[in-house]
């Protein structure tokens, strides 16, 4: 009667084992489509919480472009004097150029996809040396391979 009762026991434990085993593997799979699915993590937050989400990432945002400025303003002080004897520049000052520098150096366009224009004008460049390739005075082949003769006979 004890085999009976230790085989009772083994399966009652194999059967809580594979419960927790199944249980765990359910949380983890939860938690995975939580991690996947990203409309469901924020969904899953309050108002305050998303409030507040968007108050830390606007701090970082400012304290990043403080940053920025901050570093340029020393950059500029530390190597632009001393290299061009140009004046040191205040933090305002600092933003006053890069802002010119972006108005001034930016890309404006005319509208056109700067891929699309790039491939135009790679085309165009690639018929000019193809052109260029060409030695003077040698008569080009025509479509079927075949050289023309100068006389046209």
Request: charged residues 25%; aromatic residues 10%.
């Amino acid at each position: 009667m004890s085999d009976q009762t230790n085989a009772n026991d083994k399966q009652n434990d194999g059967g809580l084992a594979a419960e927790a085993a199944g249980k765990s593997s359910r949380d983890s799979d939860r938690g995975k489509s939580r991690i996947c699915d990203g409309d469901g993590w924020w969904e899953d937050r309050t108002i305050a919480q998303k409030v507040l989400i968007g108050i830390g990432f606007g701090i970082l945002a400012i304290g990043g472009l403080f940053l920025i400025g901050f570093i340029t303003m020393h950059l500029w002080n530390w190597l632009m004097p001393e290299i061009f004897g140009l004046p040191q520049v205040t933090y305002w000052q600092t933003w006053g150029l890069m802002i010119l520098s972006f108005i001034l150096l930016k890309n404006w366009g005319s509208g056109e996809s700067s891929g699309r224009k790039d491939r135009k004008r790679k085309r165009h460049l690639r018929r000019y040396m193809q052109e260029d390739q060409t030695p003077h005075g040698d008569v080009p082949e025509n479509s079927s391979g075949t050289s023309e003769s100068p006389s046209g006979a």
